[in-house]
């Protein structure tokens, strides 16, 4: 993998086959641990690690939805105030909730339930659903009860 990130972007097999790198062509990395990797390998590949386990990386992931909400104007101003008081109200606790009292049926992590809440709750907020806490309990149930044993 060094030599494909090197100046010289050619990627040479076990076999010794050569790739070149054309310049339209980009690589991703996705690894799960650093165990085989040299240092040269990491410092070029621009490792970052992002830890879910503070609760940022969700409250992130929400404030960016619902800029781009507001910017296709899904919502309004006022909705996107009343959204971040139903996050603040209902996400964390039940976040918490499953965290440390829930058997999980299928592993799955906070930002991804956070994820498909704003997902359903878009679909709703798109079909004119009237009672926006309603809707994001709705949300909150299918998105987070779903992965429950």
Same mark, same amino acid.
């Given at each position: +993998?060094?030599?494909?990130?090197?100046?010289? /972007?050619?990627?040479?097999?076990?076999?010794?086959?050569? @790739? %070149? #790198? $054309? %310049?339209?062509?980009? !690589?991703?990395?996705? =690894?799960?641990?650093?165990?085989?990797?040299? %240092?040269?390998?990491?410092?070029?590949?621009? =490792?970052?690690? @992002?830890?879910?386990?503070?609760?940022?990386?969700?409250?992130?992931?929400?404030?960016?939805? !619902?800029?781009? +909400?507001? /910017?296709?104007?899904?919502?309004?101003?006022?909705?996107?105030?009343?959204?971040? /008081?139903?996050?603040?109200?209902? &996400?964390?606790? *039940? #976040?918490?909730?499953?965290?440390?009292?829930? $058997? #999980?049926?299928?592993?799955? *992590? %906070? =930002?991804? +339930? &956070? =994820?498909?809440?704003?997902?359903?709750?878009?679909?709703?907020?798109?079909?004119?659903?009237?009672?926006?806490?309603?809707?994001?309990?709705?949300?909150?149930?299918?998105?987070?009860?779903?992965?429950?044993?």
């Amino acid at each position: +993998m060094n030599s494909v990130m090197d100046d010289n /972007k050619i990627l040479t097999l076990a076999n010794n086959e050569r @790739i %070149p #790198l $054309k %310049p339209h062509m980009r !690589m991703l990395f996705e =690894i799960r641990d650093l165990r085989f990797a040299s %240092p040269a390998t990491v410092s070029r590949a621009g =490792i970052l690690y @992002i830890s879910d386990d503070s609760g940022y990386q969700w409250q992130s992931f929400v404030k960016s939805w !619902m800029t781009s +909400m507001l /910017k296709s104007n899904a919502i309004n101003e006022q909705v996107k105030g009343d959204l971040e /008081k139903l996050f603040d109200k209902y &996400v964390k606790g *039940t #976040l918490l909730y499953i965290k440390k009292s829930v $058997k #999980l049926l299928v592993n799955v *992590t %906070p =930002i991804s +339930m &956070v =994820i498909s809440l704003c997902e359903v709750l878009a679909s709703l907020l798109k079909d004119g659903f009237t009672n926006l806490e309603y809707a994001f309990v709705f949300s909150l149930v299918w998105s987070c009860g779903g992965c429950l044993a």
